[in-house]
């Protein structure tokens, strides 16, 4: 079943307590995404993937890093998470060959909280 | 990318056709348009996505007017189970950032 997933799905944590949620897609995509989504923001993006070794900022990077050492893996990692990181995130993939047909795959999400 | 406008919020009776607007009046040549939903917290489902013919697939049907400056998503029989946000986007490439907007809030009523 082609599926993106994402680990944890809950976490609570405390200020400055490194963290990295993992996210894995089975599908080959080359493209990859990590979401935040907060009332009344709707979704935005943190950063993206265009394929290994390739990643870029997005809309609201500060205070998040990522990686992409292999096509299926893209970890978001929080080195010192701060209360303003409380959320909902959401990674996604999809293909970039092809024309038009650029559907997004979206995990489960996963809900952080910093205390 | 296009920005689009969508209603905040919408009701439809279960069992009559949800009828879901979207409005892309700067939308370029090349770009499509996308619907996605998103059911309590889960992630974003792709519905549908359209060029400027009309589409159809066993969730929805799309339609685009002419001038290709707004849009219809249309689900023909509403069920409780379609009470969603739903995001209308538009983007050309594959390389295009997909940005959502805050979508259009859907309840559907028994």
């Known amino acids: 079943e082609a599926q993106v997933t994402q680990n944890p799905r809950y976490l609570i944590t405390v200020t400055g307590k490194k963290l990295t949620v993992t996210c894995s897609q089975n599908?080959?995509?080359?493209?990859m995404s990590w979401y935040r989504q907060d009332p009344g923001l709707g979704l935005r993006q943190i950063y993206y993937?265009?394929?290994?070794?390739?990643?870029d900022k997005g809309d609201v990077p500060e205070g998040y890093k990522v990686s992409r050492k292999e096509k299926r893996n893209f970890p978001l990692i929080l080195e010192s998470p701060s209360p303003n990181q409380t959320s909902l995130y959401f990674c996604?993939?999809?293909?970039?060959?092809?024309?038009?047909?650029?559907?997004?795959?979206f995990g489960p999400g996963t809900r952080l909280t910093v205390t | 990318d296009a920005k689009t406008t969508q209603p905040p919020s919408m009701d439809c009776a279960e069992g009559r056709a949800a009828n879901l607007p979207c409005n892309h009046s700067?939308?370029?040549?090349?770009?499509?348009v996308y619907w996605y939903r998103q059911i309590h917290s889960q992630g974003p489902q792709y519905i549908i996505h359209?060029?400027?013919n009309n589409e159809t697939n066993e969730m929805a049907s799309l339609i685009i007017t002419e001038d290709r400056k707004s849009s219809t998503l249309i689900l023909p029989h509403a069920t409780l189970r379609d009470t969603a946000v739903y995001y209308c986007?538009?983007?050309?490439?594959?390389?295009?950032?997909?940005?959502f907007g805050p979508g259009t809030s859907l309840s559907v009523i028994p």
């Open positions: 996604a993939s999809r293909t970039i060959t092809g024309q038009g047909n650029y559907e997004q795959y």
């Open positions: 599908m080959n995509h080359e493209y």
């Open positions: 993937s265009m394929n290994v070794e390739v990643t």
């Open positions: 700067t939308i370029s040549g090349n770009e499509y």
């Open positions: 359209g060029l400027k």
């Open positions: 986007i538009v983007r050309a490439t594959s390389y295009d950032k997909v940005i």
